[in-house]
């Protein structure tokens, strides 16, 4: 399931395309979702609930369905932070209850580094991927194409943490009372 319609969605519809990946979009906007299953092939829904839809295979529940899986094998969002996303409910339950593998949810977003989805699937012992992780292996593959050597993984590693990791709390101290 790949949510968002921009140019992550596009790179993110091509990776599963390469990968052999079933692929299922949707977009607040249907048209863009349309527009990646036609240029990378898979469909386009228009809701995210699980009833049917009355003109059928629009719904992600119909997607799932013709599919015949429980759950997607993975949720990519490349929605922006922003909107606040998270995994209806319903197939929350349905992968608790039908015993199907969780999905991997992978978010693209970097700051912040916690988003209401990723901290949904986490309580739901799900799989993630942050988008930290893309951006580090993103800057490790370019420092290599474009210098022809081996990239600091760690070093490149740590700086992206170091900025897109939430500050810690200030210590606290402990006050005694007279």
Same mark, same amino acid.
């Given at each position: 399931?790949?949510?968002?319609?921009?140019?992550? *969605?596009?790179?993110?519809?091509? *990776?599963?395309?390469?990968?052999?990946? $079933?692929?299922?979009?949707?977009?607040?906007?249907?048209?863009?979702?349309?527009?990646?299953?036609?240029?990378?092939?898979?469909?386009?829904?228009? !809701?995210?609930?699980? !009833?049917? !839809?009355?003109?059928?295979? !629009?719904?992600?529940?119909?997607?799932?369905?013709?599919?015949?899986?429980?759950?997607?094998?993975?949720?990519?969002?490349?929605?922006?932070?922003?909107?606040? =996303?998270?995994?209806?409910?319903?197939?929350?339950?349905?992968?608790?209850?039908?015993?199907?593998?969780?999905?991997?949810? =992978?978010?693209?977003?970097?700051?912040?580094?916690?988003?209401?989805?990723?901290?949904?699937?986490?309580? *739901?012992?799900? $799989?993630?991927?942050?988008?930290?992780?893309?951006?580090?292996?993103?800057?490790?593959?370019? =420092?290599?194409?474009?210098?022809?050597?081996?990239?600091?993984?760690?070093?490149?590693?740590?700086?992206?943490?170091?900025?897109?990791?939430?500050?810690?709390?200030?210590?606290?101290?402990?006050?005694?009372?007279?």
């Amino acid at each position: 399931l790949i949510l968002g319609g921009g140019g992550t *969605a596009r790179a993110a519809a091509y *990776a599963a395309r390469e990968l052999g990946l $079933d692929r299922v979009y949707w977009n607040r906007t249907p048209s863009k979702a349309r527009e990646l299953a036609e240029s990378f092939g898979g469909v386009a829904i228009t !809701s995210l609930d699980e !009833s049917p !839809s009355e003109g059928g295979g !629009s719904t992600l529940g119909d997607a799932l369905f013709l599919a015949d899986v429980d759950v997607p094998a993975a949720i990519i969002s490349t929605l922006p932070a922003a909107a606040g =996303f998270e995994i209806p409910r319903w197939l929350m339950d349905r992968s608790k209850t039908t015993g199907a593998q969780r999905p991997v949810v =992978f978010d693209v977003n970097y700051k912040p580094y916690d988003t209401p989805l990723l901290l949904q699937a986490e309580g *739901a012992g799900f $799989d993630v991927v942050r988008g930290s992780e893309m951006l580090w292996e993103q800057g490790v593959g370019q =420092f290599e194409l474009w210098t022809g050597r081996t990239a600091p993984y760690g070093v490149m590693r740590g700086v992206v943490l170091e900025n897109c990791l939430p500050p810690l709390p200030p210590p606290q101290t402990e006050t005694t009372e007279k």
